[in-house]
Structure formats: structure tokens, C-alpha cells
């Protein structure tokens, strides 16, 4: 929490401030890293950093080139940032920095600005960069990669930009300026014939480990030097997250094998032969003076704990009362705090049960306004359907009524009527029984005569068949 205080307040300290730094992310299309291969031996960057989610990014101020970086937007930290030392500058002003492009390449924002006035004209903001609130509360410092007590005060704004800061605790973060100091100024400069000649690649090796799932925290940091002089050298220094005292020296060659499969750190005179044997062994003699000189200074340190034993003895004397001592304030503060969760168990389950009272009253009112307002509104709605009752009853009476009426008038009418045409019914039918009498009288009359000649028939049929069956056949003559 105090850290969060701390960082919020100190962006609301650098919104004060009217300087910006300068840097643009390199096009594809472009050779190395434009402007910014002015820091690296013959103009030529490292090789085999080839994945797409490597951005290079030329780092400018004042529409100057400052160093460059190459930097990872999956791990969100930067994997190397090349630079040259200048003049090491005598105070620091943080000023963090953001780059635009590498979240909104759409974005009109071509120079890198501070975090704290972007505001909203970024779109996708940290999506593919590490932002100061990835930091707040995580214990972990924004740890430069090119340090900027390496650079005079004009490079060294430009240095404190949240693409060349990887996540390391206050302890390594100091370790690593402090060494890297010590190892440029006491080791690499004195024993390079040209300073401007004398190229630095400052770099992490990202690990799966994340802060907040996001930036990967680095597993070692490493440095690379090119004096790219006619007697040129070249050197290799690593450093392991785990060990903040660590500082081993290699070769190029042997730091390239722990990095990526195919890389190449530098082009020129950095060679690893023989003629540039004694510079390296001159480089490395004085790099072990340096650690030796932190033994020393640790054994110094050492001996004056030892005089002061002392007070090792008081302590150890003290140590039981001192633990009683906490216990006593441990027994305490935890019968605070239960005093404290009872009573606002207590308090609690009051309120609980007051507010479940008011609850239970609220919802009998409202179920008591919903039936009377119901009742109230039905009401009409009863009313109208007994009138329509009452009406269609009256309109039901009125029709039984004419039926009746129909009825009863129905019964002489028909009787009349058919009264009166019962003449005309009995004459018209005189004829027609007569025609039925004469075809009944015909009938009758052809019927017999079909009977009588059907008999006759038979009996000529008989008597032709007994003829036949009983008198004997004559000749075909006869």
C-alpha cells in the first residue's frame, strides 16, 4: 500500500515537468535499427533475434539518437539495449516514458512521451508494453537495462523509459547499476585506445516467471563489450537473478550460446584471437580487481562487526526478552482483534435481524397495497360485466319472447293454408290417378298375354323334346 501511495505520488510529481523524450519504432522496411546503428560496431546490429514479437526501437531525445533497443512485447521487457558511454551524469531525474507505436502503430504520437499525459489517445494501451501501475505493488523496481549513471544528463532522460526496464528487487537493481558502473569506468574504458569506440549491449534473459502474469522477470542479466579499436577485444559478463553478488566473466562466444539458437552479438574488430588476447586478459585482470575490492570491502565490513561483539553478546542476551517481549504484543494484538470480530459479530447479527424485520414489514406492505390496489382496480371492471350480464339477459328475454309470439301465430296460418289447398291438391290429382289406372289396366293386360304365349312356348318346346327322344330317327331322306 505504502508503494502504491509512493508511485502515485510520484506521477502526479512528474506531471509537473514539460520534458518529453523522443524515439520511434523501426519500419520493417528499414535497415537494422535507422539512425540508432550508430551504436554498434560497423553499423551492424546483433543477428538471430528474428521472432515477430521482436520490436526495434530507435531511442531519441531532442530529435537526437541516444541508444537503441530491441524490445519483446510478448515478455514486455526489453532484450538488449545498445549504447555507448558518454559522461556519468551527477543526479537523476526519473521521468518515465511510454513508445505509442508499439501498442497503436496507427497512432499520430511518432515520439515517445511521458506515461502519465497520454491520457486516453492510445489505443490498446499495455497491450503489448509494460505501463508504471504492471510495477506498483509488486515489489519489483524498474531496473534499467543501459543504466543512466553511464550517461551525461541530456542521453539520460531519454534512458528511463519503460522499454528499457526489465523487473528486478531494489537489492539486484542497485547491484547491477553499481557493478556495471564500476566495470565500465575501472575495467572497459581504460583499456579501450578510442572511448567513442567502445560499444555496450546491456541485456535480460526473460524467464516464465511473471509480474502480474505479465512482464516476465528476467532469470540473468548480461552485458556485452566491443572496443572496436585496431587492437580490438570483446567481453562477456553475466549476472544471476538468484544471486545478487554474482558476477561471472565469459566470451562472446559463450554468451551467445546461453541466448538465442543463432545469435551474433557483434560485427568488426571485436574478434577472439590470439593478438587480442592480452587486451582481454588485461580487461579481465581488472574485473577480478573490481571483485576482488567488494571481498575486501565485505571483509571490512566483517571485521567491524567482529569489534563490535559486544553488543553480539547483549543481543543474545536480550533475544529471550525481546521474544517474550513479542509473544506478550502477539497475545495482545490477537486478543484485539477478537474482541474486534466478536463485537462486530455482534453488531452484525443485530443489524442483520433489524434489517430482516424491516425487510419482512416492507414486503407485507407492498403485498398489502398490491391486493387493495388489485380490489380497487377490479371493482369497475365487475361492475361493467354485470350491466353487460344484465343487458344480454334483457336482449335473451326479448328474443324467447318473439319466438313464442312466432309460434303460436304459426299454428292457424299453417292450418289455413293447408286447408285451402287441399281442393286444389285432390283436383289436380284426379288425373294422374287416372293415367295410373290405365297403366295398371295395360299392364295387367300385355302380362297376360306374355304368360299365355309363354306357355303355349312350353308346351311346344315339351312336346318337340319327347318327339325327339322317343320316335326313332329316319334317313337323312325322310
Not at 323 to 350: N, P
Amino acid at each position: 500500500e505504502w508503494t502504491m501511495k509512493t508511485s502515485i505520488v510520484f506521477l502526479l510529481c512528474l506531471s509537473v515537468f514539460p520534458g518529453f523524450s523522443q524515439g520511434r519504432v523501426v519500419r520493417e522496411d528499414e535497415t537494422g535499427f535507422a539512425e540508432c546503428n550508430v551504436f554498434f560496431p560497423g553499423r551492424v546490429p546483433p543477428e538471430g533475434f528474428t521472432e515477430p514479437f521482436h520490436v526495434k526501437i530507435c531511442q531519441q531525445y531532442n530529435k537526437e539518437p541516444r541508444f537503441a533497443t530491441l524490445y519483446s512485447t510478448k515478455d514486455k521487457i526489453p532484450l538488449y539495449s545498445a549504447f555507448k558511454f558518454t559522461k556519468p551524469a551527477q543526479s537523476e531525474e526519473e521521468n518515465w516514458l511510454v513508445e505509442p507505436q508499439i501498442d497503436d502503430p496507427e497512432n499520430d504520437l511518432h515520439e515517445m512521451v511521458r506515461e502519465v499525459d497520454i491520457g486516453g489517445t492510445v489505443a490498446n494501451l499495455g497491450a503489448n508494453q509494460a505501463l508504471t501501475a504492471d510495477y506498483m505493488g509488486s515489489g519489483y523496481e524498474r531496473g534499467l537495462l543501459n543504466p543512466s549513471l553511464l550517461n551525461e544528463e541530456d542521453f539520460q532522460v531519454a534512458t528511463y523509459t519503460l522499454t528499457n526496464a526489465v523487473p528486478l528487487s531494489p537489492a539486484l537493481s542497485k547491484s547491477w547499476h553499481r557493478d556495471i558502473g564500476k566495470v565500465v569506468e575501472q575495467a572497459l574504458i581504460p583499456h579501450c585506445s578510442k572511448m567513442d569506440h567502445l560499444y555496450l549491449l546491456a541485456g535480460a534473459i526473460p524467464s516464465s516467471v511473471r509480474v502480474k502474469g505479465k512482464v516476465s522477470v528476467p532469470e540473468s542479466l548480461w552485458l556485452a563489450a566491443c572496443c572496436d579499436a585496431p587492437e580490438g577485444w570483446s567481453l562477456g559478463l553475466v549476472k544471476k537473478i538468484s544471486d545478487e553478488n554474482s558476477l561471472e566473466d565469459l566470451t562472446v562466444r559463450e554468451l551467445e550460446k546461453q541466448l538465442l539458437p543463432g545469435v551474433h552479438l557483434f560485427k568488426g574488430n571485436c574478434r577472439e584471437d590470439k593478438k587480442s588476447q592480452e587486451k582481454r586478459e588485461a580487461v579481465l585482470q581488472a574485473v577480478s580487481q573490481i571483485r576482488s575490492g567488494q571481498q575486501v570491502e565485505t571483509s571490512d565490513n566483517q571485521e567491524t562487526k567482529d569489534s563490535s561483539w559486544v553488543r553480539r553478546v547483549a543481543g543474545i542476551i536480550a533475544t529471550p526478552f525481546i521474544k517474550l517481549l513479542e509473544l506478550l504484543i502477539y497475545i495482545f494484538v490477537e486478543l484485539v482483534k477478537f474482541v474486534f470480530y466478536f463485537l462486530w459479530l455482534v453488531v452484525k447479527r443485530v443489524v442483520g435481524t433489524v434489517l430482516d424485520g424491516v425487510y419482512s414489514l416492507w414486503n407485507g406492505m407492498v403485498s398489502y397495497l398490491k391486493a387493495v390496489s388489485m380490489v380497487l382496480i377490479s371493482i369497475p371492471y365487475d361492475v361493467g360485466r354485470v350491466i353487460i350480464n344484465i343487458f344480454l339477459g334483457f336482449l335473451q328475454i326479448v328474443r324467447d319472447v318473439l319466438s313464442l309470439t312466432y309460434r303460436i301465430l304459426s299454428i292457424p296460418v299453417g292450418f289455413i293454408l293447408h286447408l285451402a289447398a287441399f281442393p286444389y291438391y285432390s283436383i289436380c290429382a284426379i288425373p294422374s290417378v287416372l293415367k295410373d289406372m290405365a297403366t295398371g289396366i295395360g299392364g295387367t293386360f300385355s302380362l297376360v298375354i306374355d304368360a299365355t304365349a309363354a306357355v303355349l312356348h312350353g308346351f311346344y318346346y315339351l312336346a318337340g323334346h319327347i318327339v325327339k327322344r322317343f320316335v326313332p330317327k329316319g334317313s337323312s331322306d325322310d
